[in-house]
């Protein structure tokens, strides 16, 4: 059983950077493409970035040059550096792995509050 840890969510002003940190335990095979989703109240969850064992990205246009995805495959653990941050990137934040191999994972969110 393949679990998934977030953790470094919490309040920031506006203007201000947090890093969020997920990292995949437990008996993995395959773990291929790792990335950010993001769910607001009242809006259907959406993906914030991605990023294969490979290194390559794929950002929403929304985070593009302020959010920077980066993946450790050695430990299995995903990350995401938020620049810049806007009231409007205000929502729960989960973390998702695919594997080729395995049903995909979704971690239980951490909260992520832009506000003065």
């Known amino acids: 059983q393949v679990q998934l840890v977030e953790s470094g969510g919490g309040l920031v002003q506006p203007g201000g950077s947090l890093r969020l940190s997920c990292v995949a335990s437990?008996?993995?095979?395959?773990?291929?493409?790792m990335g950010w989703y993001r769910q607001a109240p009242g809006k259907e969850r959406e993906l914030v970035a991605s990023?294969?064992?490979?290194?390559?990205?794929n950002y929403a246009d929304s985070v593009k040059g302020r959010f920077t995805i980066s993946r450790d495959n050695g430990k299995n653990t995903v990350y995401l550096q938020m620049n810049s941050l806007k009231p409007e990137d205000t929502a729960v934040y989960y973390c998702?792995?695919?594997?080729?191999?395995?049903?995909?994972?979704w971690g239980q969110g951490t909260q992520v509050t832009v506000s003065s």
């Open positions: 990023i294969t064992t490979g290194g390559k990205s």
């Open positions: 437990g008996t993995i095979f395959s773990l291929n493409v």
């Open positions: 998702n792995a695919e594997f080729l191999l395995q049903p995909g994972r």
